[in-house]
Protein backbone atom coordinates (compact mmCIF):
# COMPACT_ATOMS: atom_id res chain seq x y z
CA UNK A 1 0.00 0.00 0.00
CA UNK A 2 1.33 3.23 -1.00
CA UNK A 3 0.59 6.16 1.17
CA UNK A 4 1.48 10.07 1.35
CA UNK A 5 3.59 10.87 4.47
CA UNK A 6 -0.17 12.51 5.93
CA UNK A 7 -1.72 9.23 5.03
CA UNK A 8 1.21 7.46 7.05
CA UNK A 9 0.96 9.81 9.78
CA UNK A 10 -2.69 9.37 10.49
CA UNK A 11 -2.55 5.38 9.90
CA UNK A 12 -0.58 5.32 12.40
CA UNK A 13 -1.39 7.58 14.90
CA UNK A 14 0.70 10.40 15.45
CA UNK A 15 0.46 14.28 15.51
CA UNK A 16 2.36 16.61 13.50
CA UNK A 17 4.04 17.69 16.87
CA UNK A 18 5.18 13.84 17.76
CA UNK A 19 6.50 12.91 13.91
CA UNK A 20 8.28 16.72 14.23
CA UNK A 21 9.80 15.87 17.15
CA UNK A 22 11.01 11.86 16.60
CA UNK A 23 12.81 13.50 13.33
CA UNK A 24 14.38 16.02 15.23
CA UNK A 25 12.84 18.98 13.09
CA UNK A 26 10.56 22.05 13.60
CA UNK A 27 7.16 21.29 13.89
CA UNK A 28 7.00 24.02 10.81
CA UNK A 29 9.69 21.89 8.60
CA UNK A 30 7.50 18.81 9.29
CA UNK A 31 4.23 20.56 8.40
CA UNK A 32 6.60 21.60 5.12
CA UNK A 33 7.00 17.86 4.72
CA UNK A 34 3.76 17.06 4.70
CA UNK A 35 2.18 19.64 2.07
CA UNK A 36 5.77 19.26 -0.29
CA UNK A 37 7.08 16.07 0.28
CA UNK A 38 9.35 16.31 -2.92
CA UNK A 39 11.45 18.39 -1.11
CA UNK A 40 12.48 15.85 1.73
CA UNK A 41 15.85 14.67 1.81
CA UNK A 42 16.97 10.91 1.50
CA UNK A 43 17.96 10.69 5.56
CA UNK A 44 14.74 11.70 6.30
CA UNK A 45 12.70 9.96 4.62
CA UNK A 46 14.44 6.81 5.29
CA UNK A 47 13.73 7.60 9.13
CA UNK A 48 9.96 7.87 7.92
CA UNK A 49 9.92 4.62 6.60
CA UNK A 50 11.35 3.75 10.00
CA UNK A 51 8.84 5.58 12.09
CA UNK A 52 6.13 4.64 9.72
CA UNK A 53 7.20 0.96 9.98
CA UNK A 54 7.38 0.78 5.91
CA UNK A 55 9.45 0.33 3.37
CA UNK A 56 10.41 3.62 2.11
CA UNK A 57 8.90 2.97 -1.57
CA UNK A 58 5.42 2.82 0.45
CA UNK A 59 5.38 6.15 0.58
CA UNK A 60 4.40 8.57 -2.00
CA UNK A 61 6.64 11.90 -2.07
CA UNK A 62 4.90 13.32 -5.25
CA UNK A 63 1.57 13.67 -3.78
CA UNK A 64 1.15 16.53 -1.02
CA UNK A 65 -1.68 17.11 1.53
CA UNK A 66 -4.49 19.14 -0.13
Not at 22 to 35: A, C, M, S
Amino acid sequence: MILTVRQWRAVRGKTQAEMSELLGVHINTYRNWEKTPHIINVCHAQRLAEIFEVDINDIDFTKGAA
